[in-house]
C-alpha cells in the first residue's frame, strides 16, 4: 500500500535533489532544470494531499503551477538564449553583472 | 454753520486728491508730459483750496474744531484700525503748509524738470509724496500717522534716486530709506508698546489719538501704563523722529538726500517731511509732558543737532549741502522748542522755516538750472546775472538768520526766550547756533552771489514758472511772522524779551560780520583759520566722522562680519554638515550593505533557504 | 450654482483635464499648448475669485463641500470643501498659477512636456488645499512635490558664482525632491499613527476632528504625534533649520515653477500644519508651539541675515521667502486670532510678492543671462517696466504700508506681542534686515550705470507680456489698501478656529496629573 507518506516522502527527495541542484550546479540549463525539478515535487505533494484529503483544489493548484512554470521556463530559456549569444557563456558565475 | 457733507467732503478731498493724481499719472499714460503735470499740479491745488475753505470757516467761527471723518480701515473683534481724517487748528495749519509751500513748488517744477526724461514719474511721485504727508498730518491715530510716515519715506527714497543713473544718488536713496527703517525700528516698537498698554481690555486696545489722550490720566493711575512704561515708549517714539527729522546721531542721510532734483529737497528735505517729526511731536505732546525725563532728551537731542549742524554748513562748499546742514540746525530747534514743554514755539519756527527754507532751496535750484553748477567757490557775481534769483535768496538767508521784522526772528526769538525760561545751557547754545546761521549764511551769499563772475559762467535767469513761486514764498517768509500763527494754534505769542532779542541780534551781528571780513572783505584768509584750527577744519570737514564710522560698521560688521558668518554657517554647517552630512551617511550604508550583493545565484539561494528554514524554525516554536 | 455644479471639483479639475489634453497635442504645436494651460488656470481663476466673493461669511466653516465615498472600509473618501482660510489660498494659488502659465511663455524647449508637469503640479497643490481627506491630502501633497524634479531637472538652470556653476540644475532636483519626500514620509507615520490612535476607523478629517473634539486623544500622545506632523510640513514651510533645500531649489527652478515653488508650494507646509496638525492635536499644539515660535525667530533673523550675504538674485529671494515664512509661523504659533489672520494673510500678500520677484528675476535673467548681483546694474534704463515692479516687489517685502504685507505682518506681530515680546520685537527687526538686502538688490540690479553689455535688454513691452506682473501688482495694492474683506473672510474661520484651542497653563496641569495611565 503507497501512503501519503511515501509520496510526501518522494516529493521531499525530489525537492533536495532539485534544491542541491540548483547551489552545486553552474551551467543555467541544468539549474532550470533543476527548478522544475523542485516545481514538480512541489506538484506531488499537492496531487498526494488532494488525494488522501478529498479536496480537489490542491489538483487545481498543480494546474497553475504546471501554467506558473512553463512560463517561467520560457522566461529562463530566452535568458539563457540570450547569454550563450551575448556572453558565450552558460556559466551562471560568469554572469555577475549585478553585483556592487 | 457748515457741518456734514460738505466738511466731510472737504476733508476727504483734502486728503485723497493727491492720491488721485498719483493714480491718475501711471494709469492715464506715463508719456504725456503737459498732462501728468496738470494732474499733479491740479491734485495738490484742490486740496490747497478745502484747506483754505476749512481755514475760513475756522476763523469765521462758522465751524468747530477739532473734527474728525473716519472710515473703519480694519475691523475684527478684537482690533479696530479707522483711517480717518482729524482736523484742528495744529492739523490745517500744516495742510496749510503741505498744500500751499507744496503748490509752489509743484509748479516751480515744471520748469525745473521741463527737459527731465522721468518727468511724469518725478511727478507721480511727486503726488504720491503729497497724500502721504497729508496722511501723517491729518491722521486720527497712531497707525495711520505710521503708514504716511513710512509712505513719505518711500517717495522720499524714489524721488532721491530720480537719476538713478547717477550711483551717488541711488546710493543716498538707499541710505535715507534704510536710515529712516532703523529709526522707526524704534519708533514701531513705541507704538506697540502704547497699543499693548493703552487698555488692561485686549479687546478695547486702541491707537487713536483722542482716546488714548483722554485714557491716560487714568492708565496711569491705575499702574496699568507704569512711569518707566511711559518713559521707555515715549523715547521709542522719539526714535522715529531721529530718522525722520534727522537729529542726530541718525542725521547723516539728509545732507547724501542733496542727490536728488532740488525741488524735492525744498518740498521733502526742508520744508514738509522733514519737519513731519517735529509735527508728530507736537500732535502727541500730551503723551510726552507726562514724561519730564522723555522731554529733557529731546531738548538736549534738538540742541546738539542745532549746534553741530550749523558748524559744518561753515566750511561746506556745496550750496545744496550748506542748505541742508542749515535745515538740520533748524529742525534741531524746533525739536528743542518741543522738548523745553513749547510745542507752540516749534510749529511756529516749522512753518516759517518752511517758506524761507523752501524759497532758499528754490533760489539755489535756480541757481543750478541757470549755471549747471552747485559749488560755491566756482560760482560769484549772480547778483548781477540772475537779479530775481538772487533778491529772493537774499529775502530768504535774511529770514534764516532771524533778520528782525522777517519770519524768521519771531518764530526763532520764540524758542530762545523758552530756553532763557527753562535752561541756561541750551539757551547759549541756541543763541551761538544764530551765530553761526549768519555766518554761514552770509558766507554763501558773499561768495556765489557777490563778487566777480568766474570765467566760463554762463548764468541766465531762469523762466518765469520758476521766479513766480520764488516770488509767492519770498512774501511768506517777509510776513510770516505776523500771521498770528501762535495765537491760531492756541498759545497767543508770549511778551516780547528785550534782553534776548538783543543777545540774539548781537550773534547774529557778529556772525554775519565775521562772514564779511573773510569773505568779502578778505580781511581774515579763511585758509589761515584753517590752518590754525587744524583739528577743528579735520573734524568739520570730516562731518564728525559720523559717516565714516557708519560706513564701516555696514560694510565691515554688518555686511562681512555678520552676514557673513550667517552665510558661512549656512554653507558650511547646516548644508555641508547636517543636510550633506547625513546624505552622506546613508551613501555610507548604502556602500556597507551593497557588500552583500554577490552576484552569485547559488549565493542567494543558500540564503534564501537559510532564510526559509529559519522561518520554519520560528514558526515551530510559536 | 452651488447646487448645480460642484465648483471645488471642476476647480481642481480644470487644470488636470488641461494635463491630459495636452498629452494630445503634438509635440510641434507649443502654441496650442500654452493655451490650453492659460485657458486651464483662467478657469480656476475664475472660479476662486468666485469663490471668495460667495463664501458665505455669516455660517461660516467649510462650504462647496463634495463628498465622495472610496473606500469605506478604511473610511477614505474624495472628500473636498474650503472655509475661509483654505479660500484665501486657493485664491493665491490661482493667482500664481494664472501668472505662472503666462511668465513660462518664456519656455521655448519640449513646451508641451513642461506644461503637463506644471498643471500636474498645479493640480496637487489645489488639491491640498481643498482636501478634506488624510489620504487624499497627502496623495495631492506629493503630486505637488514629484513634478518638481523634472520641471527643475529638465528646465532649470545651474546656480553660478563668477561664471563656475557652484551647484548644477540636477543636483537641486534631486536634493529638493529628496529632502521634500523625507518631510512627506515623516509626516505620513505622524497621520497614519494618529489614524490609527484615534480609532475613528476614517481618513475623514471633519469627521475626525468631530471625533477627536468628543474623544480627545491622550494629551501625552498627542505630544508624540505632533512634532511628527510639524516638523513633516514644516520642511516644506520651511522651518528652520529644514530650510536649505528651498533656496537651492528656487535658484535652479525655471522661474514660473520658482514662482508657484515659492508662492504656494511653501505655503502648503504652514496650512499643513495649521489644517492637520494643529486642528487634529490641539493639546499636542499647544506643548510644542512654544518651540516653533523660538525656531521661527531664527526663520526671521537668521534667514535675512543669509539673504544679506547672497550675491544671485534668486538666492537672495529664496533665503527672503524662508524669513518671511518665519513670520507666517510666528503667526501661527502665537494661537491668537489677531496673529493667525494676520499668517494667512501674510501666506497670500507674500505669496504673491515672492511670485512678482520671481518672475521679475527670470525676465532680467532671460534678457542678461546672469543673475550674479555683481555683473548687473542700470537696468533701470532699459527695463523701466520691469524695474518699475522690481521697486515695488522690493517694497512689498519689506512691508511698505499700501501692501499686503505690511497689514499681514502688523497683524501677526500685534497677535504675538502678549505671549511672545521677544520674538514680536525681532519681528519687527526682521523688518529691517529684509528692507536691506532687498534695496541692496535693487540698487544692485536696476540702479546705477548700465553696462555695455546690457544696453540691448528688452523690456516687457506688450500689454500681454505685463500682464502678469500687472496682475500681481494690482492684487497687491488692493490688498494692502482695502484689507478688510480679506481679513474678513479669513477670520470668520480662524476666531473659531483659535477658540478650541485650551489655555497653555491647563493643559501643562493636564500633563502632570494624567502621568498615571488612564
Not at chain 3, 501 to 507: D, G, K, R
Request: aromatic content about 12%; glycine content about 8%; charged content about 10%.
Amino acid at each position: 500500500m503507497i501512503t501519503l507518506t511515501h509520496y510526501l516522502v518522494l516529493s521531499a527527495l525530489l525537492f533536495t535533489i532539485g534544491l542541491a541542484g540548483i547551489m552545486t550546479r553552474r551551467n543555467v540549463i541544468l539549474i532550470l532544470l533543476c527548478v522544475e525539478l523542485m516545481f514538480n515535487a512541489a506538484n506531488l505533494a499537492f496531487v498526494a494531499f488532494a488525494k488522501s484529503l478529498g479536496d480537489p483544489s490542491g489538483q487545481v493548484i498543480v494546474f497553475f503551477v504546471i501554467t506558473v512554470a512553463a512560463a517561467e521556463v520560457t522566461v529562463g530559456l530566452a535568458i539563457a538564449i540570450l547569454m550563450a549569444r551575448r556572453l558565450s557563456t552558460l556559466n551562471a558565475d560568469e554572469v555577475s553583472l549585478l553585483k556592487w | 454753520m457748515v457741518t456734514g457733507f460738505p466738511v466731510a467732503l472737504a476733508a476727504w478731498t483734502l486728503l485723497l486728491a493727491p492720491l488721485a493724481a498719483a493714480a491718475g499719472i501711471p494709469l492715464l499714460g506715463l508719456h504725456r508730459k503737459r498732462l501728468s503735470a496738470s494732474l499733479a499740479i491740479g491734485g495738490l491745488l484742490v486740496p490747497f483750496a478745502c484747506a483754505c475753505w476749512l481755514l475760513l470757516h475756522t476763523l469765521q467761527g462758522s465751524l468747530h474744531l477739532p473734527l474728525e471723518v473716519k472710515v473703519s480701515w480694519l475691523l475684527l473683534p478684537d482690533l479696530a484700525i479707522p483711517f480717518g481724517v482729524l482736523i484742528d487748528p495744529l492739523s490745517l495749519l500744516m495742510s496749510l503748509i503741505v498744500t500751499g509751500v507744496g503748490s509752489a513748488i509743484f509748479i516751480y517744477s515744471t520748469g525745473y524738470m521741463a527737459h527731465d526724461s522721468g518727468y511724469s514719474r518725478y511727478f507721480t511721485m511727486l503726488s504720491l509724496f503729497a497724500f502721504s504727508m497729508l496722511t501723517i498730518v491729518l491722521a486720527n491715530n497712531w497707525l495711520e500717522l505710521f503708514i504716511g510716515w513710512e509712505l513719505v519715506g518711500f517717495c522720499s527714497y524714489a524721488l532721491i534716486g530720480h537719476w538713478f543713473e547717477k550711483p551717488q544718488a541711488a546710493d543716498a536713496g538707499k541710505k535715507a530709506f534704510l536710515v529712516n527703517r532703523v529709526a522707526d525700528f524704534g519708533f514701531m516698537l513705541g507704538i506697540l508698546a502704547l497699543w499693548a498698554h493703552s487698555s488692561p481690555l485686549a479687546a478695547e486696545r486702541t491707537l487713536n489719538y483722542q482716546l488714548l489722550q483722554t485714557r491716560l490720566p487714568s492708565l496711569l493711575q491705575s499702574g496699568w501704563l507704569s512711569h518707566e512704561t511711559l518713559v521707555l515708549t515715549g523715547l521709542l517714539i522719539f526714535c522715529g523722529v531721529l530718522g525722520k527729522s534727522a537729529q542726530m546721531p541718525l542725521h547723516v542721510w539728509l545732507p547724501d538726500a542733496m542727490e536728488g532734483p532740488t525741488p524735492v529737497s525744498a518740498l521733502i528735505h526742508a520744508a514738509t517731511m522733514v519737519a513731519a517729526g517735529v509735527y508728530m511731536l507736537c500732535r502727541n505732546f500730551w503723551l510726552f509732558q507726562g514724561a519730564p525725563a522723555v522731554l529733557e532728551t529731546i531738548a538736549w537731542v534738538g540742541g546738539a543737532t542745532a549746534f553741530f549742524s550749523a558748524a559744518l554748513a561753515v566750511v561746506e562748499p556745496d550750496l545744496k549741502r550748506i542748505l541742508a546742514y542749515s535745515t538740520l540746525s533748524q529742525l534741531g530747534y524746533m525739536v528743542m522748542a518741543v522738548g523745553l514743554g513749547g510745542h507752540v514755539a516749534g510749529m511756529y519756527h516749522l512753518t516759517t522755516h518752511a517758506f524761507f527754507k523752501a524759497l532758499l532751496f528754490l533760489a539755489a535750484g535756480s541757481v543750478i538750472h541757470g549755471t549747471r553748477r552747485q559749488n560755491i567757490r566756482e560760482l560769484g557775481g549772480l547778483r548781477r546775472s540772475m537779479p530775481w534769483t538772487s533778491a529772493t535768496f537774499f529775502i530768504g538767508a535774511l529770514a534764516l538768520c532771524g533778520f528782525p521784522a522777517l519770519s524768521g526772528f519771531f518764530s526763532k526769538d520764540e524758542i530762545l526766550v523758552l530756553a532763557h525760561e527753562h535752561n541756561a545751557l541750551l539757551y547759549w547754545i541756541g543763541s551761538v547756533t544764530a551765530g553761526l546761521t549768519a555766518f554761514y549764511a552770509t558766507r554763501a551769499w558773499c561768495v556765489a552771489f557777490l563778487g566777480q563772475a568766474p570765467e566760463h559762467l554762463h548764468a541766465h535767469e531762469s523762466p518765469p514758472v520758476m521766479l513766480i513761486p520764488l516770488v509767492l514764498l519770498s512774501v511768506l517768509s517777509i510776513v510770516g511772522g505776523y500771521l498770528g500763527i501762535p495765537a491760531f494754534l492756541g498759545e497767543p505769542a508770549g511778551a516780547f524779551h528785550w534782553d534776548v532779542a538783543a543777545t540774539s541780534l548781537a550773534a547774529i551781528a557778529t556772525g554775519a560780520g565775521l562772514a564779511w571780513l573773510i569773505y568779502r572783505r578778505k580781511a581774515i584768509a579763511a585758509e589761515a583759520i584753517a590752518r590754525r584750527c587744524a583739528w577743528l577744519h579735520r573734524l568739520l570737514v570730516n562731518r564728525y566722522f559720523f559717516d565714516d564710522v557708519y560706513t564701516w560698521y555696514v560694510e565691515q560688521v554688518q555686511q562681512r562680519l555678520i552676514a557673513g558668518a550667517c552665510a558661512l554657517f549656512e554653507r558650511f554647517i547646516i548644508i555641508g554638515l547636517a543636510v550633506n552630512g547625513l546624505a552622506w551617511l546613508t551613501q555610507l550604508a548604502g556602500r556597507a550593505i551593497r557588500r552583500v550583493q554577490t552576484g552569485r545565484v547559488q549565493g542567494y539561494v543558500l540564503g534564501f533557504c537559510c532564510g526559509i528554514i529559519a522561518l520554519l524554525y520560528l514558526a515551530g516554536r510559536f | 450654482m452651488p447646487t448645480v455644479v460642484p465648483v471645488l471639483a471642476v476647480l481642481l479639475l480644470a487644470p488636470a483635464l488641461g494635463a491630459v489634453l495636452l498629452c494630445a497635442v503634438p509635440a510641434s504645436r507649443a502654441d496650442w499648448a500654452r493655451r490650453i494651460a492659460v485657458a486651464a488656470t483662467s478657469v480656476s481663476l475664475a472660479l476662486a475669485v468666485w469663490i471668495v466673493f460667495d463664501y458665505d461669511r455669516a455660517t461660516g466653516g467649510y462650504q462647496y463641500e463634495v463628498l465622495i465615498p472610496w473606500v469605506r472600509p478604511l473610511g477614505i473618501g474624495f472628500h473636498l470643501g474650503v472655509d475661509g482660510m483654505s479660500a484665501v489660498l486657493v485664491l493665491l494659488h490661482a493667482l500664481c498659477s494664472f501668472t505662472g502659465v503666462l511668465i513660462s511663455y518664456a519656455i521655448k524647449e519640449r513646451v508641451k512636456e513642461y506644461y503637463i508637469f506644471y498643471l500636474l503640479l498645479i493640480t496637487g497643490v489645489f488639491g491640498v488645499f481643498t482636501s478634506l481627506d488624510l489620504f487624499f491630502f497627502y496623495f495631492f501633497y506629493e503630486m505637488a512635490v514629484i513634478p518638481m524634479y523634472p520641471l527643475i531637472g529638465i528646465w532649470g538652470s545651474d546656480v553660478k558664482e563668477h561664471g563656475v556653476v557652484r551647484f548644477s540644475k540636477e543636483y537641486a532636483a534631486m536634493k529638493l525632491t529628496i529632502y521634500l519626500t523625507a518631510g512627506a514620509v515623516l509626516a505620513l507615520t505622524g497621520l497614519l499613527w494618529l489614524y490609527v490612535s484615534s480609532g475613528a476607523g476614517t481618513f475623514d478629517v471633519v469627521a475626525l476632528q468631530h471625533h477627536l473634539s468628543a474623544f480627545p486623544l491622550d494629551a501625552r500622545r498627542q505630544a508624540m504625534i505632533f512634532p511628527l506632523l510639524a516638523v513633516g510640513f514644516g520642511v516644506i514651510a520651511p522651518l528652520w533649520p529644514f530650510h536649505s533645500w528651498s533656496p537651492i531649489g528656487h535658484a535652479a527652478a525655471p522661474s514660473a515653477v520658482s514662482m508657484l515653488h515659492a508662492g504656494v508650494l511653501m505655503k502648503l507646509g504652514s496650512y499643513a500644519i495649521i489644517r492637520l496638525a494643529m486642528g487634529l492635536l490641539p493639546d499636542g499644539a499647544v506643548m510644542w508651539l512654544p518651540w516653533v515660535a523660538a525656531l521661527c525667530t531664527m526663520n526671521i533673523i537668521y534667514g535675512g541675515l543669509v539673504a544679506m550675504a547672497q550675491k544671485d538674485l534668486k538666492l537672495i529671494i529664496g533665503y527672503s521667502s524662508s524669513s518671511h515664512m518665519g513670520y507666517v509661523l510666528l503667526g501661527i504659533a502665537a494661537l491668537t486670532p489677531l496673529a493667525l489672520d494676520g499668517a494667512v494673510l501674510l501666506m497670500f500678500a507674500h505669496g504673491l510678492m515672492t511670485a512678482l520677484a520671481f518672475a521679475l528675476v527670470g525676465h532680467v535673467y532671460d534678457e542678461t543671462h546672469t543673475r550674479y548681483l555683481p555683473e548687473l546694474g542700470g537696468l533701470g534704463k532699459s527695463l523701466p517696466f520691469i524695474a518699475t515692479c522690481g521697486v515695488i516687489a522690493a517694497m512689498a517685502s519689506s512691508s511698505l504700508p499700501g501692501f499686503g504685507n505690511f497689514v499681514a505682518e502688523l497683524l501677526v506681530i500685534l497677535g504675538s506681542w502678549d505671549r511672545y515680546p521677544l520674538q514680536a520685537i525681532l519681528a519687527v527687526l526682521g523688518i529691517v534686515i529684509t528692507s536691506v538686502y532687498m534695496l541692496r538688490m535693487v540698487r544692485g540690479t536696476f540702479f546705477g550705470t548700465l553696462p555695455q553689455t546690457f544696453t540691448h535688454a528688452q523690456d516687457a513691452q506688450t500689454f500681454f507680456a505685463r500682464l502678469p506682473y500687472l496682475v500681481l501688482v494690482a492684487v497687491l495694492l488692493l490688498v494692502g489698501c482695502w484689507p478688510r474683506p480679506l481679513i474678513r473672510l479669513i477670520d470668520v474661520s480662524a476666531r473659531p478656529f483659535i477658540s478650541t484651542f485650551a489655555h497653555p497653563e491647563a493643559i501643562r496641569m493636564a500633563t502632570t496629573t494624567s502621568s498615571q495611565p488612564r
